[in-house]
């Protein structure tokens, strides 16, 4: 994962989910911000998750906080990210979402 990406801005997200909405009769509009925003682990992000009734937006944040460690973990090596002791493991095969970003570096 990425230490700092771009989040879209509300207008651009309005339209895709306004797609959504349509599609699946659903109200999913989380309150944006308005421009571009720079996000950084911890940062709280909206994100696009399942639910039952197809897709929502939720502001999640970004990483997992872990006892012993100052501040949170966000990347993981995908050579160990799925073994049966990783931390990730889980999440990964369990808990999906897409980010809405820009660009991410």
């Known amino acids: ?38 996000a950084y682990p911890g940062s709280t992000v909206p994100l696009v998750v399942p639910c039952t009734e197809g897709l929502r937006v939720a502001d ?5 906080t872990v006892s012993g460690k100052s501040g949170v973990v966000f990347n993981a090596r995908s050579e160990t990210a799925l073994s049966e002791t ?5 999440s990964l095969l369990n808990r999906r979402c897409a980010v809405p970003a ?4």
Not at 60 to 64: E, F, L
Not at 86 to 90: A, C
Not at 102 to 105: K, V
């Open 1 to 38: 994962m990425c230490g700092h990406f771009i989040m879209v801005p509300r207008d651009v997200i309005e339209l895709i989910v306004r797609d959504i909405e349509i599609e699946n009769h659903v109200n999913v509009m989380p309150d944006w911000p308005a421009r571009a925003t720079d």
């Open 102 to 105: 820009f660009g991410f570096f």
């Open 86 to 90: 990783s931390m990730w493991r889980d």
């Open 60 to 64: 999640m944040t970004w990483g997992y």
